[in-house]
Structure formats: C-alpha cells, structure tokens
C-alpha cells in the first residue's frame, strides 16, 4: 500500500513540475528601460473655484490638494491668478472682504462670515463665496453669508444644483 501512495505523490510532483515549466515563458537577459521615474508625485485632487466671466459664474479647477474651507475661501479672496485673467477671468469679491472665516452650523449648513459686510458684497460676489463653499464640501449645504450684522439668506449654488425643470406649460 505504500508503493501505490508513493507512485501517486511522485505521479503529483511530476505533473506540477512539468506544468511549471512548461509554461512557454524562456529565460531572457535583462531588458534595459531607461531611468526610473523621478520629480514630485503628480497631484490627484483639484480646488475649485467660481471666479466670473462676463458677468456669470465660471468653476475654475486649480491642481492641489483639498483645503480647509476658509483657505479655499482665501484661495477666492485673492483673485483669479495671472493665467486665469489672461482667459477672462475676474472676481466680484472686494479684497477688503478678506480673510473669510467659516462655522460649521448644522448638519448639512455653513455660515461664511466675509470682513466685509455682507450687505456690501454684490449677488455675484455672495455667489462666488456660495458655489465655492458648496463645491468644496463632500456633501451638499446650505450657505449663509452673514458679516457685520447683515445676512443673506441661506442658499444653495445655483451652478451645483439647478432648479429642477417646471413641468406643464410656460
């Protein structure tokens, strides 16, 4: 009985051994690739930013890596970059409206609070600070402008999500 186990093992080993190598695969010498891939990782992630062009809204995505929300917002404050306002890019958000600092209200609401007054800002500028809010956050909000005892209402970013179509007629 022990042949018959033996002969089985060894008829096994056998089977593997030719299945291993007869694969087709033929040693080869090494094949030269040039240089290893070297410099900074590329980044994966993107900031956006609503900046205005001819009079509406325009989403701008800059390379880098997620920010809090009032560095986004500063991000905004600052103005397009030189590449941007040379595509036409402005903002309506007054330099004196910076820094922009941010409270996290509840669930599913934020309170951005401009040094300016909210009052003094335009609807495109609250617009502006509104859709880049919304856009930063991993779910939808609300946002309230609110600074120096003046509020806008809180709103949702038109850009992010349009109303829903009206149904019937005009």
């Known amino acids: 009985m022990r042949a018959g186990r033996a002969r089985r093992v ?5 089977v593997s051994l030719v299945a291993v190598t007869g694969c087709g695969v033929r040693p080869s010498d090494v094949i030269p690739a040039g240089d290893p891939p070297s410099g900074p990782v590329a980044s994966t992630t993107a900031i956006t930013l609503f ?6 809204l325009s989403a701008v ?5 997620r920010l ?3 560095q986004t917002l500063a991000l905004l404050a600052a103005g397009p970059t030189a590449d941007e306002r040379a595509r036409g890019l402005t903002t309506d ?3 004196k409206a910076g820094p922009l600092s941010v409270s996290a209200e509840p669930a599913g609401h934020v309170v951005v609070t401009p040094s300016a007054p909210a009052g003094d800002l335009s609807t495109l500028a609250v617009e502006q600070i509104v859709c880049t809010a919304a856009a930063a956050r991993e779910r939808p909000v609300r946002v309230t402008v609110a600074g120096a ?6 709103r949702d970013c038109p850009e992010l999500h349009p109303p829903p179509p009206r149904l019937g007629g005009p």
């Not at 995505?61 to 890596?65: A, H, L, Q, V, Y």
């Open 93 to 95: 958000i007054p330099r």
């Open 68 to 70: 809090p929300l009032a």
């Open 61 to 65: 995505t800059r390379p880098g890596r």
């Open 149 to 154: 005892g003046q509020s806008v209402d809180p």
């Open 10 to 14: 060894l008829a096994a080993g056998l």
């Open 51 to 56: 900046l205005v062009r001819n009079g509406r």
